[in-house]
C-alpha cells in the first residue's frame, strides 16, 4: 500500500525531482506547495472505532523509530488500514465492525511552520490549529475519516468537511506506507527513471526538457489538425462558398428584422392610420375652431389684462407655450399623412423578404439577427482554408525549432544522467554493503527510447544487479529472493530519503523473507532514517524490533464471545518480555530473556557509535 506523496516508491514525477533543489518549489499539476523537511513533522495522536476487530483504540506516537509487533493475525495490519483510511485511501464498508453502523478514525499530526501542509492549508482555508500547550513552533492538524453502513463517506479536516479526493490530497504531504508490493513497482523498468532523476537533483534540466516537449506536442497537434482539415478542405469549401453566396445574396443589414416588421405594420394599417391622422390635423389646425388657434386666443386674452394682475401673467406664458407646441405637432401630422402611403404591393415585398429572412433563419439555427455574425464566421473560416497551404508551412518551421528545443534540452538533461549513473551505483552498493550484501553490484545503465520525443527525455533507465560475486548483472525483475528484493528496497529507500518531503514513513512487514544479521540491518537503517523522520514499523523480526525508540505490542483476545485488538506501549521490562517471545516462541525461557537484553543492549550501542550494522548475539 502506498499512500505518500508519491505512492509506494514512485513513479517519482516531476514534482519530487522539482522539490529537491530548493526549500519551496511549485507542483506544476497539483498547484500545491511543497518543501524539503526543514523542520520535524510527526503524527502524534491516533483514535481508532469500530475499525475490523478494535472496537476503540487511542495511540499516541512519537518521534523517532516506533515498532508494532505481535503475532500473525493480532491485527497489526488493521492499525495500517486505519491509518490508510484517514489519509484518504479508498473507503470499504467491510472494515466497519460487525455490528456497528458507522466507524471513523482520526487522527492529529504535529507539524513545524515549515512542513509543506501549510501553505495547502491556507490555499484552501483549512489553517492549522495552534494551541497554547505546543511548542512556540508547532501546530497541530486533525483529520478525520467516517463510513457508514450505507456506504457513505465523510472527511474532515481540521473539522471542516471536504472531498475525500481533498483529504486524500493532504494525506500525500504527511505520510508514506511502504509495504511488500513496492517491490513490483521498484522492478517496473518504467520507474526507473525517475529515479535516476531525483538522485541526480537536476529540476532545472528535467523541467526544461518537459516544457519543451509540450511546445512541441502541442505545435504537432495543430499540424495534424490541419492536416485533418486538408483532407476534408475541398467539400468544405465547396460547402462554405453556397452557403455564403446565398447569404451574401440575402444581402443581409443589422437590426433590419426590426425596421421590416415597424413597416409592415404601417402599411398592413395604412387605412386606420391616414384616419387617424387627418382626424388629428383637422382638430389641432383645419377645423373652424382649431385648437392651437383657440389656444392662442386665451392667450392673448389673458397678455391684455396681464399689467392689471401679475397673477395673470405666468398663466399667460403657459398658454403662449401651448398654442406653439400644438402648431408644432399639428404641422408634424401634416408631415406624417403626406409621407404616409396605401401601397398593396409595398406590403407583398415587404412581406416577401420578411418570409426571405425567416427561412434563412431556420435553416441555419440561428435568430435572424445572427445570420450577419455566422456570414462572417464562415468567411473568417473560408479564408483560413485558403491559406490553409501557407499555415503548415508555417507550421512545419515551428515544428522543427521546437523540435530543435526538445533535442537540446534533451542532449542536455543525458549528459547529467549519464554523469550520474556511477554515483547512484555506488550509493546503493554503500546501502547494501550495510545490509550485508557487500559483494552485490548494482549498476544503472541508460538505454535509447523509442525515438520520439518524451516528456522524460529520450532515454530509458534500467537497474541492474548482481547479488553475488560470478553472477552476472540482471534486470530487477528477474531477481526472484525477496530477502534481496526487501534489502534493495530499503537501500534504495535510505538513498533517496533525503529528497522526500514527507516526514513519516511507515514500513508494513517490509523485512518479510530475512533473518539474522540481515534483519538487524534493516532495523539499522530504518533507525537511520528515523534521525531525520518519524518512521513506523510492522515486524515480526526480532532483530528489527530491537532497534524502535518506541515499541507498541498489538494483540487479540475474545472476551463474551466479542474478539477485541488492543495495542500495549512496552516499557523496558514487557519490551525484554516480547523480544523474548519473538525469539523464542510461546514458551519464554531465561536464555531466550537473555538474548533480548543482549540484543537491545547490541542495538543501543550502535546506536550510540553510530555504526550502520549491529552484532547479532546470536
Known amino acids: 500500500m502506498g499512500l505518500g506523496l508519491y505512492p509506494t516508491w514512485l513513479p517519482l514525477s516531476t514534482p519530487i525531482i522539482q522539490l529537491a533543489h530548493n526549500r519551496q518549489t511549485r507542483d506544476t499539476v497539483g498547484g500545491s506547495w511543497f518543501h524539503l523537511p526543514s523542520g520535524f513533522a510527526m503524527l502524534?495522536?491516533?483514535?481508532?472505532?469500530?475499525?475490523?476487530?478494535?472496537?476503540?483504540?487511542?495511540?499516541?506516537?512519537?518521534?523517532g523509530l516506533t515498532v508494532l509487533t505481535g503475532e500473525t493475525g493480532a491485527g497489526k495490519s488493521i492499525i495500517i488500514d486505519a491509518l490508510s483510511l484517514v489519509l484518504g485511501a479508498r473507503a470499504d464498508t467491510t472494515l466497519i465492525r460487525s455490528g456497528s453502523e458507522r466507524a471513523s478514525v482520526q487522527a492529529c499530526f504535529r507539524l513545524p511552520p515549515t512542513h509543506a501542509a501549510h501553505p495547502w492549508l491556507q490555499e484552501r482555508a483549512l489553517n492549522t490549529n495552534n494551541e497554547p500547550t505546543l511548542q512556540p513552533d508547532e501546530e497541530e492538524l486533525f483529520i478525520r475519516r467516517l463510513l457508514s453502513q450505507n456506504g457513505r463517506s465523510r472527511a474532515f479536516i481540521n473539522e471542516t468537511q471536504v472531498p475525500v479526493a481533498?483529504?486524500?490530497?493532504?494525506?500525500?504531504?504527511?505520510?508514506?506506507?511502504?509495504?511488500?508490493?513496492?517491490?513490483?513497482?521498484?522492478?517496473?523498468?518504467?520507474?526507473?527513471?525517475?529515479?535516476?532523476?531525483?538522485?541526480?537533483?537536476?529540476?532545472?534540466?528535467?523541467?526544461?526538457?518537459?516544457?519543451?516537449?509540450?511546445?512541441?506536442?502541442?505545435?504537432?497537434?495543430?499540424?495534424?489538425?490541419?492536416?485533418?482539415?486538408?483532407?476534408?478542405?475541398?467539400?468544405?469549401?465547396?460547402?462554405?462558398?453556397?452557403?455564403?453566396?446565398?447569404?451574401?445574396?440575402?444581402g443581409l443589414q443589422p437590426g433590419e428584422m426590426l425596421e421590416l416588421e415597424q413597416q409592415r405594420s404601417r402599411l398592413a394599417h395604412a387605412t386606420r392610420l391616414v384616419q387617424a391622422a387627418q382626424t388629428a390635423l383637422e382638430l389641432l389646425l383645419e377645423s373652424s375652431h382649431p385648437a392651437a388657434a383657440l389656444t392662442g386666443r386665451a392667450a392673448s386674452a389673458l397678455e391684455a389684462v396681464s399689467a392689471l394682475d401679475a397673477t395673470l401673467e405666468p398663466m399667460a406664458v403657459t398658454l403662449r407655450s401651448l398654442q406653439y407646441e400644438l402648431d408644432d405637432v399639428g404641422e408634424r401630422v401634416r408631415d406624417y399623412l403626406q409621407g404616409l402611403e396605401v401601397d398593396p404591393a409595398q406590403l407583398e415585398r415587404l412581406e416577401d423578404r420578411l418570409d426571405l429572412l425567416r427561412r434563412l433563419a431556420r435553416k441555419h439555427r440561428r435568430e435572424v439577427e445572427q445570420l450577419p455574425e455566422l456570414m462572417q464566421q464562415w468567411q473568417q473560416e473560408m479564408a483560413q482554408l485558403e491559406n490553409a497551404d501557407a499555415r503548415e508551412q508555417a507550421l512545419e518551421r515551428e515544428s522543427a525549432a521546437a523540435l530543435a528545443t526538445y533535442m537540446q534540452a534533451a542532449h542536455h538533461l543525458g549528459e547529467a544522467r549519464r554523469a550520474t549513473l556511477p554515483r547512484l551505483g555506488r550509493a546503493v552498493e554503500g546501502q547494501l554493503q550495510d545490509l550485508h550484501m557487500a559483494k552485490a553490484r548494482f549498476q544503472v545503465t541508460l538505454q535509447p527510447g523509442k525515438g520520439e520525443p518524451r516528456p522524460n527525455g529520450l532515454e530509458e533507465a534500467l537497474f541492474q544487479i548482481s547479488p553475488n560475486p560470478g553472477e552476472p548483472l540482471k534486470a530487477l525483475h528477474l531477481i526472484a529472493s525477496g530477502g534481496e528484493l526487501s534489502r534493495i528496497t530499503l537501500a534504495m529507500k535510505t538513498t533517496l530519503a533525503h529528497l522526500l518531503p514527507i516526514s513519516t514513513l511507515i514500513f508494513d512487514e517490509v523485512d518479510t523473507g530475512v533473518g539474522g544479521r540481515v534483519a538487524a540491518s534493516i532495523g539499522a537503517k530504518m533507525a537511520h532514517i528515523a534521525q531525520s523522520r518519524q518512521v513506523l514499523a510492522v515486524t515480526h523480526l526480532p532483530q528489527v524490533a530491537a532497534w524502535g525508540t518506541h515499541h507498541l505490542k498489538v494483540e487479540k483476545s475474545t472476551l463474551h464471545e466479542q474478539t477485541t485488538v488492543t495495542v500495549t506501549p512496552l516499557d523496558l521490562p514487557l519490551r525484554i518480555e516480547e523480544l523474548a517471545r519473538m525469539l523464542a516462541g510461546e514458551q519464554i525461557t531465561a536464555p531466550a530473556r537473555q538474548h533480548a537484553q543482549a540484543l537491545l543492549d547490541s542495538c543501543q550501542l550502535e546506536k550510540v557509535s553510530h555504526s550502520p550494522v549491529p552484532t547479532d548475539p546470536s
Open 166 to 250: 481533498t483529504l486524500a490530497e493532504l494525506g500525500r504531504l504527511l505520510v508514506e506506507i511502504h509495504g511488500q508490493q513496492e517491490h513490483q513497482t521498484l522492478l517496473d523498468p518504467s520507474t526507473h527513471l525517475a529515479i535516476l532523476d531525483a538522485f541526480a537533483h537536476h529540476p532545472d534540466r528535467v523541467e526544461a526538457v518537459k516544457q519543451a516537449f509540450e511546445q512541441w506536442h502541442s505545435i504537432a497537434a495543430e499540424q495534424k489538425k490541419v492536416r485533418q482539415q486538408q483532407g476534408d478542405t475541398a467539400d468544405r469549401q465547396a460547402f462554405l462558398a453556397f452557403q455564403l453566396r446565398e447569404l451574401e445574396e440575402a
Open 44 to 63: 502524534h495522536h491516533l483514535i481508532v472505532e469500530n475499525i475490523a476487530l478494535i472496537s476503540r483504540m487511542e495511540l499516541q506516537f512519537n518521534q
